[in-house]
């Protein structure tokens, strides 16, 4: 693992904004994602997917909730249309108007000193979120210990305080943080339990239905668990989708990609969602099983066996 402490502000080009306005707003995104809105208040964010009847998660979002009547979804720029559209399509009779509202809003990543620069709690619980000027800023996990900050703002806001940091890096930083963001390579590759959802906050069990949650219910209660999202460092290049082998049963995969990185120090970062007996087995490559070897490192957070 490379030794490397980011430290500074980058903005996130990759991400946008899907906005729900209206009195019925946190009411039917409750019904629609794996967490609870109509209890989400100006001070919490949520992590949460969408998933399809069959419960696979086609994406993820990061949400929060400035005024009672409108909830900011931020999620991977690259599904965002696709999301919009399926949302938009069972909005229904619900008083709730949803957008795109990318264009409106500066989306930044902070690390390290860049959070108390700006005002920001850097010992912040995951999920708090904070008002700074115009900004909503949200803790997220942690990096190898390194404190980081999702800044939402008007676009018109003044930019975050603090020395311009490689975006590269901050991609690094979010896979060693161990939470997945969905993008196009693995849109319905996953349960929510595949990536750890239900372990980092992103799964109520406790709420009402939403599309998919039989199957993703089941998954936990009925112990029918087999794969699990895992961090690794790779040797060579790899890449959100491609599939993992393993040496002692190469004629099919055993795993999945779910989001990869360069590290700073050389090779790469990655969270594989794979065969927990796979992992235990060993012997791991990426793309084909003659291909980047794949070395499992500590969660930095620990997994739920049971809710």
Known sequence: MTSVVPNGVTALSHLGVIRAEGPDAASFLHGQLTQDFVLLDASEARLAALCTAKGRAIASFVGIRPEPDRILLVCSRDILAATLKRLSMYVLRAKAKLSDASAEFSLYGLTGTALAANGVDAGALPGRVSTVGAAQVVSLYPSDGVPRALWIAPAASPAP???E????????????SGIVTLTSPVVEAFVPQMINYESVGGVNFKKGCYPGQEIVARSQFRGTLKRRTYLVQADGEVAAGQEVFAVNDPAQPVGTVAQAAPAPGGGWAALISIQIAAIDAGGLHARAVDGPALT????PYPLLEDI
């Open 165 to 176: 940091l490689d975006p590269a890096i901050w991609e690094w930083s979010e896979v060693r």
């Open 296 to 299: 499992v490192e500590p969660l």
């Open 161 to 163: 305080q603090g020395a």
